[in-house]
């Protein structure tokens, strides 16, 4: 499955993805998030951290 390419408007340059360190509740985690390799402007989609974090509170629930 080819991933959607995704275009910095400001700089016109493809996005490329870059392992980026998110903090909830006290969790590190780290994930792709397509970057600019030019401006470093961080295309993140709320519904991916949204995932995250429920998956934080899940495991969090789990103990
Ligand atoms: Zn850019």
Known sequence: MEPDKLICTKCNRELELTSINLEYLGHRMTHQ???????????????????????????????
């Open 33 to 63: 998030f397509p970057t600019c390799p030019v401006c470093k402007l961080v295309y993140i989609p709320e519904e991916v951290v949204m995932g995250k974090m429920q998956q934080i509170e899940r495991e969090l629930e789990d103990k």
